[in-house]
Each structure stands twice: as structure tokens, then as C-alpha cells.
T-cell receptor, first 116, second 115 residues
């Protein structure tokens, strides 16, 4: 069965510093990976996805993610964090990779705290 | 504005009192889904619908019902709510093409408390 793990409950970073939010996955077959962000009292917003192709995926708000097949990871990154990036971040994998249930398997979520 | 709306946003109810959480999208999406979010568990799928009159169970369907009579609406029904259904609920929608990997659009969430 597909699964996603986000090993850090919280990540703290100073404004202007680079940030990384970690995600590892376990899938049978090709992984289809997503990152979503949830701001307080809001629904989830799509950031980026990896389906195939270039291992470095660029998304919204200056975020990017690096797909690493050998390490089964899909870490979210940003070169320079903003206080407004503080939110809850979810990594997700499509389940199953083929077929059409549309289901996403989500990680537990990582709270990103960016301090001024 | 393209969006998914849910109502109510907050609901406190008592055990056994039937309730419905509405979900509506204005993007003409075929696919709609309900998730619940619980601390430490991420989001888990309750039910999904590939199109009108086509629904199927997700990972945690017990205690829930859905219907899809119109393309834009996908209500979640709790016939007899119990305290273990206290959670944050999200509706989502997307285009559904064969083997598609379209991102899903999420509603703002409904926080339900069952006493």
C-alpha cells in the first residue's frame, strides 16, 4: 500500500533563511507526489506536483521540491523563507498510481514556523 | 471566482442527531471527494464520486453517506453522528480524466463537534 511520511512535526526557520520540509514515500510503481499548504482556518491549497520528468519541480509562492527516487524522498524547499510562509504543509501521494479513484494518501503534516 | 464551498463552517451537535454538510463547486469538475482531518493522521478519504450518480467508499466510510445528484454538489450525510466523528472535514474536487493526476481543489473545511 502507498504511504507517505513527514518525519518532522514542526520546522522552525528564520526569515530569509532557506527552508526544507521533508517527505518520504513508499509506493508500488511510479509515484505521483503532491505538496499542499494549509493556512489557519483555510482549506488546503495546491503547491506543486511531480508526475514524471525533471526531478526538480517548481511550484507556487517560490516553492520547489526535489524528487529523489533512490532515497524515495520528495522534500519541499524554498531558498528564502518569509514569515507569511508559516503554515501547515502536507505531502501526498496518489493512490493507486494508476486507476481513477483520485484518492490522495496524506502525510501527517509539518508545521512550518518562520520567525522574523 | 473558482472555488469549493462548504456549509456550515462550524457545527456542534449531539449524538444521534442527523446532519448534512453541503459541498458545492463551480468549476464543472467531475470528481469530488470528502476527507476528514485528525491530528497526527493527516487527511483520510471518506467517499468519492467520479461523476453524477457514481460514488464509492474511501478509507473511512463507516457512519457516513453521500449523494451526487448534480455535478456541482456532493453533500456528506451523518445519519447518526457519534463523538468519534468529531473532526475537521474537507470537500475537494478536480477534473477526472482517465489516469489523470490533476490537483484537487479543497473547500475551507467544516469543523464538526459531536457531544
Amino acid at each position: 500500500a502507498q504511504s507517505v511520511a513527514q518525519p518532522e512535526d514542526q520546522v522552525n526557520v528564520a526569515e530569509g533563511n532557506p527552508l526544507t520540509v521533508k517527505c518520504t514515500y513508499s509506493v508500488s510503481g511510479n509515484p505521483y507526489l503532491f505538496w499542499y499548504v494549509q493556512y489557519p482556518n483555510r482549506g488546503l491549497q495546491f503547491l506543486l506536483k511531480y508526475i514524471t520528468g525533471d526531478n526538480l519541480v517548481k511550484g507556487s509562492y517560490g516553492f520547489e521540491a526535489e524528487f529523489n527516487k533512490s532515497q524515495t524522498s520528495f522534500h519541499l524547499k524554498k531558498p528564502s523563507a518569509l514569515v507569511s510562509d508559516s503554515a501547515l504543509y502536507f505531502c501526498a501521494v496518489r493512490d493507486p498510481p494508476s486507476g481513477n479513484t483520485g484518492k490522495l494518501i496524506f502525510g501527517q503534516g509539518t508545521t512550518l514556523q518562520v520567525k522574523p | 471566482e473558482a472555488q469549493v464551498t462548504q456549509n456550515p463552517r462550524y457545527l456542534i451537535t449531539v449524538t444521534g442527531k442527523k446532519l448534512t454538510v453541503t459541498c458545492s463547486q463551480n468549476m464543472n469538475h467531475e470528481y469530488m471527494s470528502w476527507y476528514r482531518q485528525d491530528p497526527g493522521l493527516g487527511l483520510r478519504q471518506i467517499y468519492y464520486s467520479m461523476n453524477v450518480e457514481v460514488t464509492d467508499k474511501g478509507d473511512v466510510p463507516e457512519g457516513y453517506k453521500v449523494s451526487r445528484k448534480e455535478k456541482r454538489n456532493f453533500p456528506l450525510i451523518l445519519e447518526s453522528p457519534s463523538p468519534n466523528q468529531t473532526s475537521l472535514y474537507f470537500c475537494a474536487s478536480s477534473w477526472a480524466e482517465p489516469n489523470s493526476y490533476n490537483e484537487q481543489f479543497f473547500g475551507p473545511g467544516t469543523r464538526l463537534t459531536v457531544l
